[in-house]
């Protein structure tokens, strides 16, 4: 896999395997994540796959999803 940058096209993150929460809705209005090597985390928009990737670390992406489950975002839906 070549250099990881953000905001790069997610379709040349060759081998990454995209998924998505169970809760996703058939409309296709999810964010995918992916593994990638060196302890990264790919996030993309899956109605636009081909379109950018965001690469966070590890620890990022645990802090966003710990905060998540403690209801720190629960302001943010309806």
């Known amino acids: 896999m070549h250099q990881t940058y953000n905001g790069m096209p997610a379709t040349k993150l060759n081998g990454a395997r995209w998924q998505k929460a169970h809760r996703s809705n058939s409309q296709g209005n999810c964010v995918e ?3 990638l090597p060196g302890e990264r985390i790919a996030v993309r928009n899956s109605r636009h796959p081909e ?5 966070y670390t590890r620890p990022e992406i645990e802090a966003l999803i710990l905060g998540a489950k403690d209801g720190d975002f629960d302001n943010l839906i309806g």
């Not at 379109?51 to 690469?55: F, R, S, V, Y």
């Open 33 to 35: 994540i992916a593994e």
């Open 51 to 55: 379109g950018p990737a965001l690469i």
